[in-house]
């Protein structure tokens, strides 16, 4: 299964466009390790017509408060009509200690991650949609993407915002040929941030005000 199958898709996409990726799916509803096709579009759908209540709702709440956006209804429903969504990991991980995210990307003893898979499928998607920003909240999926040493080109940095809070950012540059033939059709940012079910949301959100200020993502 592919990003492309799942992700969310907004109406109306700013420019340029703007892929929101979080780190995976943590559904008691759906076997750790199995995929359903329609959870990503629909847990997005149900944020903007509020109608989830768990300790999940922060997360989408807080990547858009990091933009600017309230956290009411017509905020959240603003931000994620403009931006795309979708998660690195396909399948669905547990919580604490019992997560399988870790093994599903990098593996374990004999079995081999699914790291190339996930790099590939989000190449993949941001070539069909014509995106050229991902912000990844989430460091585990961030450092999961091909670093400078595995490409021929770009640049990685780590910003620091404060003394125990940094950015990553990582340009890739168009049609450099990552492992397993994807090239890039756009130059491609990344940026990697603290999960955004954490407090840390705040230290992003000054970050973002200065780094988007051209941007008409910002509110």
Do not use: Q
Not at 97 to 104: C, Q
């Amino acid at each position: 299964m592919y990003i492309s199958e799942i992700a969310w898709r907004p109406p109306n996409p700013t420019y340029p466009k703007i892929l929101i990726l979080g780190e995976s799916h943590y559904d008691k509803d759906i076997n750790p390790g199995e995929a359903n096709v329609h959870i990503t579009r629909n847990i997005v759908d149900l944020i903007i017509n509020d109608k989830v209540t768990d300790r999940w709702k922060n997360f989408f709440h807080n990547i858009a408060a990091s933009f600017g956006y309230s956290k009411n209804r017509d905020g959240i429903s603003d931000f994620y009509n403009k931006v795309y969504f979708a998660n690195y990991v396909e399948e669905s991980c547990e919580t604490g200690s019992n997560n399988i995210a870790d093994y599903l990307i990098w593996g374990g003893g004999d079995t081999p991650g699914k790291r190339a898979h996930y790099n590939k499928a989000v190449f993949e998607f941001c070539n069909e949609e014509n995106i050229s920003i991902i912000c990844a909240f989430s460091k585990k999926a961030y450092y999961a993407f091909p670093s400078i040493d595995e490409i021929n080109g770009g640049e990685v940095k780590k910003i620091p915002i404060s003394a125990n809070y940094t950015v990553g950012r990582t340009y890739y540059k168009k049609s450099i040929s990552e492992y397993r033939d994807i090239t890039l059709k756009n130059d491609l940012t990344l940026y990697g941030f603290n999960h955004a079910s954490r407090s840390g949301y705040k230290r992003a959100r000054r970050f973002i005000s200065k780094e988007f200020k051209h941007h008409d993502i910002l509110k």
